[in-house]
């Protein structure tokens, strides 16, 4: 099959108008001037092709050849024996089908990892990882947090041992597992509580001007326990720190989870845990207050004042990510009927 081309020689950049005889294994390149060059399969590079643009094969002595019939240069590179993959791109943009098919599969294949298998990976990596990397990440979160994000509380001293009083009567904070203790500050917009992995565990000023010292800090604070113990911290911050998860997972290399500190402090105070790990924290909350004959009422009143704080606008139209205060009671209330219904 004889076309025509455009010749370069890869040494000026003058172009040569040429016909080139396509064969099943080479091509030939008729020059007027010159003797014909041959190229074989292996001298030849196809440049797979975008659109109607024209067609461009690279030659081994840095040539290049530009085809402007794309058709009868179809034809010949449709029967020629081709390395595998080497016309995936022209393939797959002349047939439309597939390329939705691919955009389809792509799609689906990351919403599976980002939505399922991500989360399961963080979880398995998060339970396995050594107390040490819970201890370090959470110090070196605190660099980012304390003294920066938030100040030292200014609540009378009175009132901070009552709330210390109040944390330290709650069973769980003695477990081995973690080293549970309190830390109170101020400096935040609004009333927060929030955890890090190892146990520490940061409530502010302004959230015991909203609720007071009484059922529902201690409701708050069962909350914040949840979180611990089911790590939501830790698995929060390597689902946003892919690469350390991958590397912990594969390599056993717990070098990176300090990008999980980094990742985490400005996650924790700006409730972005998502809606899985809210609601886990708040059945573990509930299931502690129903089992101590408080009821699930001081955790519905806390939510009922958090969401008021907002103007009345659910928090799931504000960050979609988190449950909103309403959707979050409702919860609540089925737990409970639940488990009035089956002791």
Same mark, same amino acid.
């Given at each position: 099959?004889?076309?025509?081309?455009?010749?370069?020689?890869?040494k000026q950049a003058r172009r040569h108008e040429v016909t080139v005889e396509?064969?099943?294994?080479?091509?030939?390149?008729?020059?007027?001037s010159d003797p014909?060059?041959?190229?074989?399969?292996?001298?030849?590079?196809?440049?797979?092709?975008?659109?109607?643009?024209?067609?461009?094969?690279?030659?081994?002595?840095?040539g290049m050849l530009?085809?402007?019939d794309n058709d009868s240069f179809r034809l010949w590179e449709d029967r020629r024996p081709l390395r595998q993959g080497e016309r995936l791109v022209a393939r797959m943009e002349r047939r439309w089908a597939a390329v939705v098919a691919a955009v389809v599969a792509v799609a689906l294949v990351a919403v599976f990892f980002f939505q399922?298998?991500?989360?399961?990976?963080?979880?398995?990596?998060?339970?396995? +990882?050594? #107390?040490?990397?819970?201890?370090?990440? &959470?110090?070196?979160? @605190?660099?980012?947090?304390?003294?920066? /994000? +938030?100040? #030292?509380?200014?609540?009378?001293?009175? &009132?901070?041992?009552? @709330?210390?009083?109040?944390?330290?009567? /709650?069973?769980?904070?003695?477990?081995?597992?973690?080293n549970y203790r309190l830390a109170i500050r101020s400096g935040l917009a609004s009333p927060n509580a929030f955890a890090l992995p190892d146990g520490l565990i940061f409530v502010t000023d302004e959230l015991v001007d909203l609720i007071g010292i009484g059922d529902q800090m201690l409701a708050v604070l069962l909350h914040e326990i949840g979180h611990v113990e089911h790590q939501h911290g830790m698995r929060m911050g390597l689902q946003a720190s892919t690469l350390a998860l991958l590397g912990t997972l594969f390599l056993g290399d717990i070098s990176g989870v300090s990008s999980v500190a980094a990742a985490l402090p400005g996650m924790l105070t700006s409730h972005a845990y998502s809606r899985g790990f809210e609601i886990e924290a708040d059945l573990f909350a509930a299931e502690y207050?129903?089992?101590?004959?408080?009821?699930?009422?001081?955790?519905v009143d806390v939510f009922i004042k958090m969401e008021s704080i907002h103007g009345g606008i659910p928090l799931?139209?504000?960050?979609?990510?988190?449950?909103?205060?309403?959707?979050?009671?409702?919860?609540?209330?089925?737990?409970?009927?639940?488990?009035?219904?089956?002791?």
């Open positions: 099959m004889l076309i025509h081309a455009v010749y370069f020689d890869g396509l064969l099943a294994d080479s091509l030939v390149v008729n020059l007027d014909p060059q041959s190229y074989s399969r292996d001298e030849t590079d196809v440049v797979p092709a975008i659109g109607g643009a024209e067609r461009v094969v690279r030659l081994a002595d840095g530009r085809f402007e399922i298998a991500l989360p399961w990976l963080a979880k398995d990596v998060a339970f396995r +990882l050594p #107390p040490q990397a819970r201890v370090h990440v &959470t110090r070196e979160a @605190l660099r980012f947090i304390d003294g920066k /994000i +938030l100040k #030292p509380s200014k609540l009378d001293e009175e &009132t901070k041992t009552s @709330l210390h009083e109040l944390f330290d009567s /709650i069973p769980l904070v003695r477990s081995e597992a973690y207050l129903m089992d101590h004959d408080y009821g699930i009422e001081p955790l799931e139209d504000v960050l979609s990510t988190h449950p909103s205060m309403r959707k979050r009671v409702d919860i609540l209330r089925d737990f409970d009927r639940r488990q009035e219904a089956d002791p």
